[in-house]
């Protein structure tokens, strides 16, 4: 498909358009989806029968659901109603790996807890 073509189908589509419309393209099933992104086939189904929301869905799962369709994450994200997660910086992840490392278990454990609220927000918004 041409890009512009691309991109002015997927605008406004939803996560379940988006995925009928590559798996379409791609002559692809949902089974072979769910086996490439490494997710149950039950989940996948209800997200394509907009049965289940799509604002708890693991962000990895939409990075291999964007990686499986051969799509951009950013496109995947925008589908399912979710923020852009900023692009993975290996140096950004190796300073945060440091410094957790040098943290006490408490400090450790604190700083989870932060992140996870961190991402729970960030997830909802």
Known sequence: MHEDARDEAAAGEDLSALILRVLAEMKRSQTWLAGEAGIPIASLNAWVRRARGTAGIDPEV????????????????NAAGRRVPAALNEEREKKMLRLFRELPVAQQRLLVQQAEAMAKVARAS
């Open 62 to 77: 939409l990075r291999r659901l964007a990686t499986a369709l051969d799509v951009p994450v950013a496109e995947v994200f």
